[in-house]
């Protein structure tokens, strides 16, 4: 009995300690959420307001200052980026618009089960259609003219850095509302042959302004390519190895991507890519870069980098996509910029 008495006294002190333990770890978590929502001296100001997707001359984009408006769709005016911010009510993980759509990638967590969602988006932020995720939101796009969607999510892993990740990219025409559920049901060619693998993975969409054309990241045994698709003939084709996230410039001309400057790293630097002639130009920008860049005009490129001692936030920069200049600080407490 006395073995028996100091197993059970044993096991009652381990379950205490290991109560002890998530507790102390949950109002860890708890207190390092309250301080990153608390605004600090020096953070933007932000004030609730009526945001549009048709108003033109603005840069949205979801803020990431500390407060009641962290991750809401706001803008500023595109002239005076770091002046103070419109915040709507509408809150989102990753977010992007074009010609009046707009795109919102939410993630809740539950008890049980995390819960992600896209919001097909009108002009007015108003909710048309949802759609419900098979994970993680990671990245969003709107064609120029409105009628594309696209989102990709990690379905396993949380990371392009990860040692093993899945994701799963779909494409939404707003006009007839036909869902791809994944572009793994495209056909693909690869280097001139027609390609099947069981690991293939598609990210990061970007829309040509024919409203057919698509370019995209492709990842299979190890490497990744930049791809050319068609929504029509539910094709696409490699073009060139170590390119992801591309985006698309709006003369259509070039595609900004991250490139994998080391192998077996998880530190990638902004190129832009001439389509043409396929010549690679490495941007001013010298950080690591793990976001989809977001063209400003056709000489400058915005993207996310992590804010300066705190945790979870983002600032937005951008640089002359011709490698010359400086990167710029363009909007402090910030991501997911999409000029209107």
């Given at each position: 009995?006395t073995?028996?008495?100091r ?25 390092r ?85 896209a ?81 293939i ?22 490497t ?9 003939r ?69 993207y996310?980098l ?35």
């Amino acid at each position: 009995m006395t073995s028996l008495r100091r197993r059970l006294l044993v096991l009652v002190a381990a379950v205490l300690v290991l109560a002890g333990l998530g507790t102390g770890v949950v109002l860890h978590a708890a207190a390092r959420a309250d301080r990153a929502n608390r605004p600090q001296s020096g953070d933007p100001a932000v004030r609730a307001g009526t945001l549009t997707l048709g108003q033109k001359g603005r840069l949205a984009f979801l803020n990431a200052a500390p407060g009641p408006h962290r991750t809401a769709v706001s803008s500023v005016p595109s002239a005076d980026p770091r002046g103070g911010r419109t915040a709507s009510n509408l809150k989102c993980a990753r977010f992007y618009a074009a010609a009046g759509t707009g795109i919102c990638l939410q993630s809740d967590p539950g008890v049980l089960k995390q819960s992600n969602r896209a919001l097909l988006l009108d002009a007015g932020l108003r909710t048309r259609r949802t759609f419900p995720l098979a994970g993680t939101p990671s990245r969003a796009r709107v064609s120029s003219s409105g009628r594309f969607v696209a989102w990709t999510v990690f379905v396993s892993g949380e990371s392009y850095s990860s040692a093993f990740f899945s994701t799963r990219t779909s494409i939404l025409d707003t006009r007839t509302m036909r869902l791809t559920p994944s572009l793994e049901t495209f056909s693909v060619v690869k280097d001139g042959k027609p390609y099947h693998a069981s690991d293939i993975n598609f990210w990061g969409v970007t829309f040509a302004a024919d409203d057919d054309t698509f370019y995209a990241t492709l990842n299979t045994a190890g490497t990744t390519y930049l791809v050319r698709g068609s929504i029509s003939r539910r094709t696409v084709t490699t073009l060139v190895e170590n390119v992801e996230c591309p985006s698309l410039s709006p003369d259509g001309t070039r595609v900004a991507f991250k490139k994998r400057v080391l192998s077996r790293t998880d530190l990638w630097h902004e190129y832009v890519l001439d389509l043409r002639t396929l010549r690679e130009t490495p941007l001013a920008e010298r950080h690591s870069v793990d976001d989809q860049a977001t063209w400003l005009d056709d000489h400058t490129v915005a993207y996310a980098l992590p804010a300066d001692g705190k945790v979870g936030s983002s600032d937005l920069w951008s640089v002359p996509a011709d490698g010359s200049g400086t990167p710029h600080l363009l909007i402090a407490g910030a991501s997911s910029p999409a000029p209107l």
